[in-house]
């Protein structure tokens, strides 16, 4: 079990950059697949990008390729996603989760941090 808690969400400007955290407890952080999520109002949520157990590998959504970057840092049970050049339509809450394998079922989450971006 891990437990997940997100930081570095906030308020900036379009063209901006922020960095947020994820960071989680226990052991067993570097046996989880790592994704970043988020949902704006009236949206559903969906992926941002997602981090193999060793960080070798990422995925991104379309929307964010090229501008966010996910990593993780095992040492310290955590994982990041840094934007640049965000944009307006980034404006979400931001989640981190955690699963057993690529292709399995998120099953920890954390409480989200919000970023807003504003034009």
């Known amino acids: 079990q891990v437990q997940l808690v997100e930081s570095g969400g906030g308020l900036v400007q379009a063209g901006g950059s922020l960095r947020l955290s994820c960071a989680g407890s226990?052991?067993?952080?570097?046996?989880?697949?790592m994704g970043w999520f988020r949902q704006a109002p009236g949206k559903e949520r969906e992926s941002v990008a997602t981090?193999?157990?060793?960080?070798?590998?990422?995925s991104y959504a379309d929307s964010v390729k090229g501008r966010f970057t996910i990593s993780r840092d095992n040492a310290k049970n955590t994982v990041y996603l840094q934007m640049n050049s965000l944009k307006p339509e980034d404006t979400a809450i931001y989640y981190c989760?955690?699963?057993?394998?690529?292709?399995?079922?998120?099953?920890?989450w954390g409480q989200g941090t919000q970023v807003t971006v504003s034009s």
């Open positions: 226990g052991r067993t952080f570097s046996t989880y697949v």
């Open positions: 989760a955690a699963r057993q394998t690529w292709g399995g079922t998120y099953n920890y």
């Open positions: 981090i193999g157990k060793s960080g070798g590998v990422t």
